[in-house]
């Protein structure tokens, strides 16, 4: 049994932001930030170790974790949440 978890990408980097004192280095630190997460995401993915289930929205998108073993990681990471 595979267990779901939500990807909040979009929310995490334009929420965050400042919008007081917006600068475009600001957008692009939040951003690369949450690439850097997503790219942690992808190697699993790319490993068979998790999947996106298909849910006809972006954000929030659902992974299924297929490899209980890497539950920790994706625990850890800062763009997932269990569902």
Do not use: C
């Not at 942690?40 to 490993?47: G, S, Y």
């Not at 170790?49 to 659902?62: A, E, I, Q």
């Amino acid at each position: 049994m595979s267990k779901t978890y939500q990807i909040w990408w979009h929310s995490r980097f334009v929420d965050e932001i400042n919008r007081e004192a917006i600068t475009i280095e600001d957008i692009i630190d939040k951003a690369g930030k949450t690439i850097k997460n997503l790219e942690k995401l992808k190697a699993l993915e790319k490993q068979g170790k998790l999947k996106v289930r298909v849910s006809g929205t972006l954000n929030p998108f659902l992974i299924d974790v297929l490899d209980d073993s890497i539950i920790p990681e994706v625990e850890n990471n800062p763009l997932v949440e269990n569902k």
